[in-house]
């Protein structure tokens, strides 16, 4: 992220909306920031909590083998 500070800028310096909120000060300090993009921060927690997570323990074949075995108890 970048970031600029300038202290003791002038305020006749400013854009005139700025000039307004500020009447009446001589100097401001004046800081910019680059925004962060919300969207890429988004992907990349995204990217982490899949690569976090743990693989699969069983095959759908085994996951349904067990259902079909619970299904069978109950019958009984």
């Not at 001589?26 to 899949?50: G, H, M, P, S, Y």
């Not at 693989?55 to 085994?62: A, G, L, S, V």
């Amino acid at each position: 992220m970048n970031k600029i500070v300038r202290p003791h800028y002038p305020a006749e310096n400013l854009p005139e909306d700025l000039r307004r909120e500020f009447a009446g000060a001589r100097d401001v300090t004046i800081t910019i920031e680059t925004e962060q993009d919300d969207q890429r921060d988004r992907l990349a927690l995204l990217e982490a909590l899949f690569a976090a997570r743990r693989p699969p323990f069983r095959t759908i074949e085994e996951i349904n083998e067990d259902l079909r075995r619970d299904r069978d108890d109950w019958d009984r």
